[in-house]
């Protein structure tokens, strides 16, 4: 079968997954723009300062890339293995989705507080070194948060429907998460290098 046609099935056979995922991710990022703009005192100027050291450490003397990309590595690895193994779990359903609401609120307060204080400058560091690498991480987080819940629903539905043993259904989960976490790995190599470049150019 036709990859884009088996993708298409896939989305059109787990749509109110899909749904439900981005509706959760939304409220994440709206949620994180608001507490960014309500943000005041010490707690701001201490972000602030964060920042602008990062910035003018990246402009002086450079950014360790490697470095970068093992910290983003291990952050998005403990991401996918978390969701992973929520999906094994029946309790895991909502903790599933409070994981996507965290990364949500993440991307959501880091944005927002860029652009209200950094202002034009603001939206172009969220465009040069935020947006690239959540183009890799944010579809592929929905993919897996997608397999974790159909996964825990499998389990408490496994033993009344004429579904796959369960170790083979395990072993096609646990397959499709590591390969999610391979393409993981392609957003940190872009958050580490490529990022970087882009904002260093724009400095």
């Not at 991307?107 to 202002?119: E, I, M, N, S, W």
């Amino acid at each position: 079968m036709n990859i884009k046609l088996r993708i298409k099935q896939h989305i059109m056979e787990n749509s109110w997954q899909y749904i439900l995922v981005v509706a959760i991710l939304f409220i994440g990022l709206v949620v994180g723009n608001y507490k960014a703009l309500r943000l005041e005192g010490e707690v701001k100027s201490h972000l602030l300062t964060m920042i602008d050291s990062y910035l003018q450490g990246g402009i002086s003397d450079g950014l360790d890339s490697k470095n970068i990309f093992l910290k983003a590595f291990y952050s998005q690895a403990k991401t996918v293995v978390t969701i992973w193994f929520l999906g094994l779990t029946v309790i895991g359903l909502p903790l599933i989705l409070g994981v996507i609401f965290l990364r949500g609120f993440s991307v959501g307060f880091t944005v927002g507080f860029l652009c209200q204080q950094k202002a034009s400058a603001g939206i172009l560091i969220s465009i040069l070194s935020i947006l690239p690498q959540n183009l890799v991480y944010i579809p592929f987080l929905i993919l897996a948060a997608v397999l974790a819940l159909n996964f825990s629903l499998y389990i408490v539905k496994g033993k009344n429907s004429h579904m796959l043993p369960l170790g083979q259904g395990l072993i096609t989960y646990s397959l499709l998460m590591l390969i999610c976490l391979l393409i993981f790995s392609g957003g940190a190599l872009i958050e580490a290098y490529l990022s970087p470049w882009f904002l260093s150019l724009a400095l």
